[in-house]
Structures are given as structure tokens and as C-alpha cells.
């Protein structure tokens, strides 16, 4: 059969002798007439497949095609392929073969491969290189099932698409030596019964080049398949120019890629300069962290709302949905595991102490990342230098909260002791730890401390810097920066403690990237309710929204932290403005210039 010519609904006579004679081709429309048999032929929709043969949708099968068809009768069962010869499918098929009643039929086109162990199925392969035009024509299959009471004297097939195409439309600015890859499944078989196609649970997922159709739109069949593989992670779409490559997550309502079905995702692609491509649709972790990123809220178990206590390292959610009231709220959780690389530290159940002292929580977690990634040139110091102070050591150790032990951070401690429980800063509070500078800090009942490393660091020597500007500019260009190279992540935010709490000061260690490059989600641990969170140790999941701030004088938009979206779809109406962003440096180059033997 040629490319252009298919034929989408086949009636099969059952008898040795048949008189064909056809009316014109524009009124869609074959008429064959004997004393018992009427044959009708109309098309399908979908282009450049095995569908149709023009803009209209007009088709016919060619000379030599040949379909495969499932006969179940009371008498017999059979399968049996038809061939297209002088306008008509040979060998005729008997009626009083298979059936004295009613009886099925059931095709494939084109013919398959036998499946070794179930006789009514048959191999599908799809074409991994859609982009060549006979691979896509190639990868349609077709199927049709009727069903032929006693009194029918005539049987139609109409052919349906069997398997999924998902169309891809481009805006904007499309570089030259743009490539496309679509992930999929690649192999699975199809019930010559049904015409149902199911895949292996263990199969691996390849990319897919699809066709171009035109400059600005591309096509490609895949397997009917789930769609959760396809809303994190890599992705479905893979976009490729100047040897980098942005994703595509799927982000639609659709739980399935269905048979016979078309999913059309238009993308807007901006120039690199707008968008960019380290970022688009990536997930990153502050530097030295191994805990997994969220897998999706299909991947991860729903917990009841009362549980606390889980294991260590789990990303859960809590289902409120099945409280006898229920309610829409989603929330989202990764538990600490020893040696994860993040830190939580937390004020005390009751506040004891500590309640305002937030920014001293943060920088104790801004600190053990930093003394946990620097560890190696510490060990250098200590052996080169000793111990900084004689009246006390360096508070180093960090364990999980418990209600036993709910001062789990000596350096948390360190701060309590050497602060009052009054509000303050956390950039200040990293390098005075580090190099003793006590600027925009509170008292602090140590005048004589110059830091644990003052050997190497000098009070000029900044460890942490900060920034007020949240603009969506500017909160995005400290991220990357972030991640480029080395950083950790402080932050606070308006009122996230409560009604006229003012800025809270909380640490992120990981984000979510949108599309174009932009924070769309953060992984942040909350040194408050450290008695009510789970294990004592977590990090949350919240959403990243830019729009004007509620500040008159500040102009353009700014980032907002928002819970996430409602279990019914709708977006949270509570939102934080983000009041500050701290990024602290590990110093590599002071250390190295320090202990150059250090690798």
C-alpha cells in the first residue's frame, strides 16, 4: 500500500462470488450490489499516516495490502489474512465456515508479528525516528471490530487509530538547529480481540524524534501509555539547540495517553537570552545534598494527617481528603536522613529561650552545611592551628530533634548562649560565627569572640552576603547563582509565623524550575513547630509566585512563597512576600590559598 492511500472502513463479504461496481470517489461512497451484498468505505482524520490520502481525508486501500482478521463464530475460530487484490480482499470468506448465528470479526492493519505467548496478540514496535516520513506513516496501526447478527448479509469494518499521537506547536523564537525528542515507550502488543494495547511494567523508556510537519509544528504515534512518568523529572519533551537542552514536564489534566486520541502542547520558546536552558525545567539541590527530588505526587504515599512519626528520607504527602470532613488542603514533606547533606535545626517545643530567634536557627543550618562541605580544610586547620579558644571548643554536632533532646545543635546552642532571644540576622550571624565580624547584629554577650577560623578569615573576609531585593529579577539571578557555584540558600519572609510577625528566616535547600527558567517550587525546613513537624525533621514543599508587591513604592513584580495548590486545582489564596535572600560561599579560594595542598 503507498502513503497516501488507505482506506478506513473495510467490508468483508462472506461468499465465493462477488460483482463489484463502484461509484465516483467524491461521493465517499462504494456501492457493490448483488443479490445479498452492500460495501461502504468513508475515511479518518489524521494526516501523513496510514489514515488518509489527501487534505480531504479520502481514502483507499492499494493493491497488495494486507489486514489481519479475528473470525469467532459458533462453529469456528480463525484468524486469517486478507489481501487487496482487483478491488476486492481475497480469499472470499463463507459465512457457513465459522458461524450457523451471529459472529465477530475483529482486524489489525497492518499484519504483525505473532506474540509468542498469546495467540490473539501481536508485536507492536514504534519507530524510535519519526522524523523520517516513512517511519511516522509507518508507526499507525489500525484497528476495527463488528459485530454480524443472522440477518446481515453484509459485515463493515470501520478502522480506528489504535495507538496515540501527540502534535507539537512551536511560538516564538525557533533556533535553527532545534531537535525535538518525545520519551515514550517503544515496544508493547496489541489484541487482535480488542484491540487493546498494553506495555511491560519493566520496559524502559527511549527519545523519540518526531516529524516535522512543518517549521513550526512536529507529530509523533506513541504507545498508549500513563502519563505520570511524564510530569517530573525528564519530562515528555526534550528541546535541544547550541548543545544544551531544556524539558518539557506534561502538566496537563490527562492521567493517559488514550488509543486513538490526539494531545495537542503548544510551547513558547523564547531566545536563550530569556530563557535559561541550565534552568528550564530543572530541579537542583544546594551543593552536597543526595536526598532525592520530588518524584511526583502520584510517587509518593499519601499519610494521615495525625502521623508524625515515618521513616527517615521518605517524600510524602498528607491526605486530608479523607478526613470524615474533608478538605482540599495538599501538603508535601521530605523526612532528614543522617548524612543527607541538609539540616534542620529547630527552636524547642515550647519556645523556651528562643522563640525569637529564628535567624540564629537558620544560620546554625547555614553552618553545618558549611563546616560539613569545608571539612577536609578544617581538619587542615585544626592540625595547623589548634583549638581558636581555650575556655570552650567548637560547637560542631548536629542529631535529629527528638523530644529528649530538643537542643540538638551545639551551634544552635552557641548562639543561645551568646545572643538574647531578640530578633537579628542571619547573614551577620554566619560570618561572626566563621570570622567574629558582628555586624547587624544584636549584643552579643561574647565581645572578645573573632570567630572560629580568624586564622584564615579575616572580619572583611565575607562568608555570607544578603540581599533585600526579591524583585523577580533579581531573586532568580541569586538562585542560579546559587547553584553555579557552591551556595546555600537563607530567606525570609513576611508574616509566614503568623499575623504581624514580621520576617521569618528559614533556609532552602533545593528549587523547582519552571519552563523559562524561573523558581516555580522550594524545599525549605522551618525552624518552628519543630514539636509538631514530622520525625522533628523535614522539609517542605510550597510553590514560587511572582506579582506586584503589596509595598506602593516597589514597582515590577515580586516572588511570593504560596502553598500548593489545592487538591481540587484551585491556587492557595495565602501567600509570603519574600522580604530577603542570604547565599552563603563556602570561600574555596581562601581555603585553597590557605592549604594549597589540600585537592
Given at each position: 500500500?503507498?502513503?497516501?492511500?488507505?482506506?478506513?472502513?473495510?467490508?468483508?463479504?462472506?461468499?465465493?462470488?462477488?460483482?463489484?461496481?463502484?461509484?465516483?470517489?467524491?461521493?465517499?461512497?462504494?456501492?457493490?450490489?448483488?443479490?445479498?451484498?452492500?460495501?461502504?468505505?468513508?475515511?479518518?482524520?489524521?494526516?501523513?499516516?496510514?489514515?488518509?490520502?489527501?487534505?480531504?481525508?479520502?481514502?483507499?486501500?492499494?493493491?497488495?495490502?494486507?489486514?489481519?482478521?479475528?473470525?469467532?463464530?459458533?462453529?469456528?475460530?480463525?484468524?486469517?489474512?486478507?489481501?487487496?487484490?482487483?478491488?476486492?480482499?481475497?480469499?472470499?470468506?463463507?459465512?457457513?465456515?465459522?458461524?450457523?448465528?451471529?459472529?465477530?470479526?475483529?482486524?489489525?492493519?497492518?499484519?504483525?508479528?505473532?506474540?509468542?505467548?498469546?495467540?490473539?496478540?501481536?508485536?507492536?514496535?514504534?519507530?524510535?525516528?519519526?522524523?523520517?516520513?516513512?517511519?511516522?506513516?509507518?508507526?499507525?496501526?489500525?484497528?476495527?471490530?463488528?459485530?454480524?447478527?443472522?440477518?446481515?448479509?453484509?459485515?463493515?469494518?470501520?478502522?480506528?487509530?489504535?495507538?496515540?499521537?501527540?502534535?507539537?506547536?512551536?511560538?516564538?523564537?525557533?533556533?535553527?538547529?532545534?531537535?525535538?525528542?518525545?520519551?515514550?515507550?517503544?515496544?508493547?502488543?496489541?489484541?487482535?480481540?480488542?484491540?487493546?494495547?498494553?506495555?511491560?511494567?519493566?520496559?524502559?523508556?527511549?527519545?523519540?524524534?518526531?516529524?516535522?510537519?512543518?517549521?513550526?509544528?512536529?507529530?509523533?504515534?506513541?504507545?498508549?501509555?500513563?502519563?505520570?512518568?511524564?510530569?517530573?523529572?525528564?519530562?515528555?519533551?526534550?528541546?535541544?539547540?547550541?548543545?544544551?537542552?531544556?524539558?518539557?514536564?506534561?502538566?496537563?489534566?490527562?492521567?493517559?495517553?488514550?488509543?486513538?486520541?490526539?494531545?495537542?502542547?503548544?510551547?513558547?520558546?523564547?531566545?536563550?537570552?530569556?530563557?535559561?536552558?541550565?534552568?528550564?525545567?530543572?530541579?537542583?539541590?544546594?551543593?552536597?545534598?543526595?536526598?532525592?527530588?520530588?518524584?511526583?505526587?502520584?510517587?509518593?504515599?499519601?499519610?494521615?494527617?495525625?502521623?508524625?512519626?515515618?521513616?527517615?528520607?521518605?517524600?510524602?504527602?498528607?491526605?486530608?481528603?479523607?478526613?470524615?470532613?474533608?478538605?482540599?488542603?495538599?501538603?508535601?514533606?521530605?523526612?532528614?536522613?543522617?548524612?543527607?547533606?541538609?539540616?534542620?535545626?529547630?527552636?524547642?517545643?515550647?519556645?523556651?529561650?528562643?522563640?525569637?530567634?529564628?535567624?540564629?536557627?537558620?544560620?546554625?543550618?547555614?553552618?553545618?552545611?558549611?563546616?560539613?562541605?569545608?571539612?577536609?580544610?578544617?581538619?587542615?586547620?585544626?592540625?595547623?592551628?589548634?583549638?581558636?579558644?581555650?575556655?570552650?571548643?567548637?560547637?560542631?554536632?548536629?542529631?535529629?530533634?527528638?523530644?529528649?533532646?530538643?537542643?540538638?545543635?551545639?551551634?544552635?546552642?552557641?548562639?543561645?548562649?551568646?545572643?538574647?532571644?531578640?530578633?537579628?540576622?542571619?547573614?551577620?550571624?554566619?560570618?561572626?560565627?566563621?570570622?567574629?565580624?558582628?555586624?547587624?547584629?544584636?549584643?552579643?554577650?561574647?565581645?572578645?569572640?573573632?570567630?572560629?577560623?580568624?586564622?584564615?578569615?579575616?572580619?572583611?573576609?565575607?562568608?555570607?552576603?544578603?540581599?533585600?531585593?526579591?524583585?523577580?529579577?533579581?531573586?532568580?539571578?541569586?538562585?542560579?547563582?546559587?547553584?553555579?557555584?557552591?551556595?546555600?540558600?537563607?530567606?525570609?519572609?513576611?508574616?509566614?509565623?503568623?499575623?504581624?510577625?514580621?520576617?521569618?528566616?528559614?533556609?532552602?535547600?533545593?528549587?523547582?524550575f519552571d519552563a523559562e527558567g524561573n523558581v516555580a517550587y522550594v524545599y525549605f525546613c522551618d525552624n518552628n513547630y519543630g514539636g509538631s513537624e514530622p520525625n522533628h525533621a523535614s522539609l517542605g514543599r510550597y510553590k514560587v509566585i511572582y506579582d506586584k508587591s503589596n509595598v506602593p513604592e516597589l514597582k515590577g513584580d515580586y516572588a511570593y512563597l504560596t502553598p500548593l495548590d489545592n487538591t481540587d486545582g484551585t491556587p492557595s489564596t495565602v501567600r509570603y512576600r519574600f522580604t530577603s535572600l542570604t547565599l552563603v560561599d563556602l570561600r574555596t579560594d581562601l581555603w585553597q590559598k590557605a592549604f594549597p595542598e589540600i585537592k
Amino acid at each position: 500500500m503507498t502513503k497516501t492511500k488507505l482506506q478506513t472502513v473495510l467490508t468483508v463479504f462472506l461468499s465465493s462470488a462477488l460483482l463489484f461496481v463502484s461509484c465516483k470517489q467524491s461521493d465517499e461512497e462504494f456501492l457493490v450490489y448483488d443479490a445479498d451484498f452492500l460495501l461502504t468505505c468513508v475515511q479518518l482524520s489524521w494526516k501523513d499516516t496510514r489514515a488518509v490520502t489527501n487534505d480531504n481525508g479520502q481514502g483507499s486501500f492499494s493493491s497488495g495490502d494486507r489486514i489481519e482478521v479475528l473470525i469467532t463464530g459458533d462453529k469456528k475460530t480463525e484468524t486469517i489474512q486478507l489481501e487487496y487484490m482487483d478491488n476486492r480482499w481475497t480469499p472470499a470468506l463463507k459465512r457457513s465456515d465459522y458461524a450457523s448465528g451471529g459472529f465477530t470479526l475483529s482486524a489489525l492493519y497492518p499484519v504483525l508479528t505473532q506474540n509468542v505467548d498469546y495467540p490473539y496478540c501481536r508485536e507492536v514496535s514504534i519507530p524510535v525516528g519519526q522524523d523520517d516520513i516513512d517511519n511516522y506513516a509507518a508507526a499507525d496501526i489500525l484497528f476495527a471490530k463488528t459485530t454480524v447478527d443472522a440477518a446481515n448479509t453484509s459485515a463493515t469494518l470501520q478502522f480506528n487509530h489504535a495507538l496515540h499521537r501527540i502534535n507539537i506547536n512551536l511560538k516564538g523564537s525557533i533556533p535553527d538547529d532545534l531537535m525535538i525528542e518525545v520519551k515514550s515507550l517503544a515496544g508493547g502488543k496489541i489484541s487482535l480481540e480488542d484491540g487493546t494495547v498494553t506495555t511491560e511494567a519493566s520496559q524502559d523508556y527511549v527519545w523519540m524524534k518526531p516529524y516535522k510537519k512543518s517549521e513550526d509544528s512536529y507529530s509523533i504515534i506513541v504507545l498508549p501509555q500513563e502519563t505520570k512518568e511524564f510530569c517530573s523529572g525528564e519530562g515528555l519533551i526534550r528541546l535541544t539547540s547550541g548543545g544544551k537542552s531544556a524539558s518539557y514536564v506534561f502538566n496537563a489534566n490527562e492521567e493517559r495517553f488514550n488509543a486513538g486520541m490526539q494531545t495537542t502542547i503548544n510551547l513558547t520558546l523564547k531566545a536563550e537570552g530569556d530563557v535559561d536552558l541550565d534552568f528550564s525545567n530543572q530541579t537542583y539541590w544546594v551543593y552536597g545534598i543526595t536526598s532525592p527530588v520530588f518524584p511526583g505526587k502520584d510517587n509518593i504515599p499519601s499519610k494521615e494527617s495525625w502521623v508524625k512519626e515515618m521513616e527517615d528520607g521518605l517524600w510524602f504527602r498528607y491526605s486530608f481528603e479523607d478526613m470524615s470532613t474533608p478538605i482540599f488542603l495538599e501538603q508535601q514533606f521530605l523526612t532528614w536522613k543522617e548524612d543527607c547533606g541538609w539540616f534542620d535545626c529547630n527552636k524547642t517545643f515550647e519556645y523556651n529561650g528562643d522563640g525569637n530567634m529564628c535567624w540564629a536557627a537558620a544560620a546554625s543550618n547555614l553552618i553545618h552545611w558549611w563546616m560539613a562541605q569545608n571539612k577536609k580544610y578544617i581538619e587542615a586547620y585544626d592540625k595547623e592551628y589548634g583549638p581558636e579558644y581555650k575556655d570552650f571548643q567548637r560547637p560542631e554536632k548536629y542529631s535529629k530533634m527528638t523530644k529528649e533532646n530538643q537542643q540538638h545543635s551545639e551551634v544552635f546552642n552557641f548562639f543561645k548562649s551568646s545572643f538574647d532571644n531578640r530578633g537579628s540576622w542571619d547573614t551577620g550571624g554566619v560570618n561572626w560565627f566563621v570570622n567574629g565580624n558582628r555586624k547587624n547584629l544584636i549584643y552579643c554577650h561574647k565581645p572578645d569572640f573573632n570567630g572560629f577560623f580568624s586564622k584564615v578569615f579575616s572580619k572583611e573576609d565575607a562568608i555570607a552576603k544578603g540581599t533585600t531585593d526579591t524583585s523577580k529579577e533579581n531573586f532568580n539571578l541569586w538562585f542560579k547563582d546559587a547553584f553555579r557555584h557552591h551556595q546555600a540558600i537563607g530567606f525570609s519572609v513576611y508574616d509566614f509565623a503568623g499575623l504581624n510577625t514580621k520576617s521569618h528566616s528559614m533556609v532552602i535547600w533545593g528549587a523547582e524550575f519552571d519552563a523559562e527558567g524561573n523558581v516555580a517550587y522550594v524545599y525549605f525546613c522551618d525552624n518552628n513547630y519543630g514539636g509538631s513537624e514530622p520525625n522533628h525533621a523535614s522539609l517542605g514543599r510550597y510553590k514560587v509566585i511572582y506579582d506586584k508587591s503589596n509595598v506602593p513604592e516597589l514597582k515590577g513584580d515580586y516572588a511570593y512563597l504560596t502553598p500548593l495548590d489545592n487538591t481540587d486545582g484551585t491556587p492557595s489564596t495565602v501567600r509570603y512576600r519574600f522580604t530577603s535572600l542570604t547565599l552563603v560561599d563556602l570561600r574555596t579560594d581562601l581555603w585553597q590559598k590557605a592549604f594549597p595542598e589540600i585537592k
